[in-house]
């Protein structure tokens, strides 16, 4: 590591540091939550910026989902394409922990920065690779996005309706869950080279994790047709309903929350019915059931319903993410903070995805502005300011 780790103030990952070298969201945000952890996480990007800088955004001076998926990290800009540039990067890799990226399998031996490349500088590097399909197969240098693996793994034809079209996930769910997988590798590489005292090749793609967010789904057992149903819905009992203002989801699977429901509604009579007494049951006669659902739940709002079902049955009133800010359950959990940003001013956002009882990490820093911290970052690791003028003069810094 390349500070003592001071798990009383500074996280569990205090004094591990991170080159994120990636784009976009899965392995920044990855990185993100590594530095949410006490890491400290150095984004480098190329003279053009990282691509999500340029997505469209009402934020005006910097784009809201750059600064949502990197915060807590230091930011240096490093032209790969300039052999000064990569001689820097190597020089960063020899004091670094880890090594995230997602170029295409093809590209870092290219550059000069694969695995076993970094691995023969610094032995104890832990290399993480993120990528559209992993490193080998058909498919390894096809540029991968999270919709395009949602449509390719089946995710896309069980979110929609029954002799419907297929439906996209708003939210990027393969990219954010790709992210937790580089976390938990990483952390978990870090943890074996304790004991090993060695580094390794942690692989993250988005195929891997399209699959595992499905694992539910994804069992096929001798004897069963292709087409076996895999759609794990409850039948339209659990799910969302019209109100007499607005829209409440409602679980109500077990035995319990079915007869809260009904009791809390006003419909006990369809709690006491043998015909609906399990979970396939009221499947099989939704179109019973939900009609007269619909209509008790007219009878108020869905956040007056929410208030009245309380603890007994399962529910949310449907809400904008901007309610998020002030909601009070996250404000006692403290997930949302204020981060000042040299460019955006004071912003709000999300905090800290875990919470530790013993090392919990300080408030992290917002995103780094383009560059933020070049010269502090070079001077770091020993380098002298004749030198970065240097790199500069010769456009290794962009």
């Given at each position: ?22 784009a ?31 997505y ?15 915060r807590g ?111 938990a ?48 819905r ?45 979970v ?21 709002t ?97």
């Amino acid at each position: 590591m390349t500070a003592p780790a001071t798990q009383s103030a500074g996280g569990p990952l205090a004094g591990v540091r991170v080159l994120d070298l990636s784009a976009y969201i899965a392995g920044p945000y990855g990185c993100a939550l590594l530095a949410d952890q006490g890491a400290d996480v150095i984004k480098v990007e190329p003279p053009s910026g990282d691509n999500l800088r340029k997505y469209p955004s009402t934020l005006e001076a910097e784009s809201r989902a750059f600064l949502g998926v990197n915060r807590g990290k230091r930011g240096l800009v490093l032209d790969l394409k300039n052999p000064d540039a990569l001689a820097v990067l190597r020089d960063l890799a020899r004091q670094a922990d880890v090594l995230v990226h997602n170029f295409r399998p093809s590209v870092p031996a290219r550059l000069g920065i694969a695995y076993e490349q970094l691995a023969d500088i610094s032995p104890r590097l832990i290399y993480c690779a993120v990528t559209g399909y992993g490193e080998t197969g058909p498919l390894k240098d096809k540029a991968g996005y999270d919709q395009v693996l949602q449509t390719m793994t089946g995710m896309c034809a069980l979110q929609g309706k029954a002799e419907g079209p297929p439906e996209i996930l708003y939210g990027s769910v393969v990219d954010y869950y790709a992210s937790s997988m580089v976390a938990a590798g990483v952390a978990s590489a870090l943890y074996e080279r304790e004991r090993s005292g060695r580094g390794q090749f942690v692989g993250v793609s988005l195929l891997r994790s399209a699959l595992a967010l499905q694992s539910a789904r994804l069992v096929w057992a001798e004897g069963e047709p292709r087409d076996v149903g895999r759609d794990m819905r409850s039948g339209g009992i659990t799910g969302i309903h019209p109100t007499g203002e607005g829209y409440l989801y409602i679980s109500a699977n077990t035995p319990h929350f079915w007869q809260a429901l009904c009791a809390k509604t006003g419909l006990p009579e369809l709690a006491a019915s043998e015909r609906y007494d399990s979970v396939r049951k009221r499947a099989e006669h939704r179109d019973e059931i939900v009609p007269r659902l619909h209509e008790a739940l007219r009878a108020r709002t869905a956040l007056e319903w929410e208030a009245w079902f309380g603890e007994e049955v399962p529910c949310a009133a449907a809400r904008g993410v901007e309610d998020m800010f002030d909601f009070p359950q996250v404000q006692a959990e403290q997930m949302v903070s204020t981060f000042t940003h040299p460019v955006v001013g004071s912003y709000r956002g999300f905090a800290q995805a875990i919470k530790f009882g013993r090392s919990q990490p300080d408030t992290p820093r917002a995103a780094p502005a383009f560059g933020e911290h070049s010269e502090a970052v070079l001077a770091e690791a020993g380098m002298s300011a004749e030198r970065v003028a240097a790199l500069r003069d010769r456009g290794a810094l962009g």
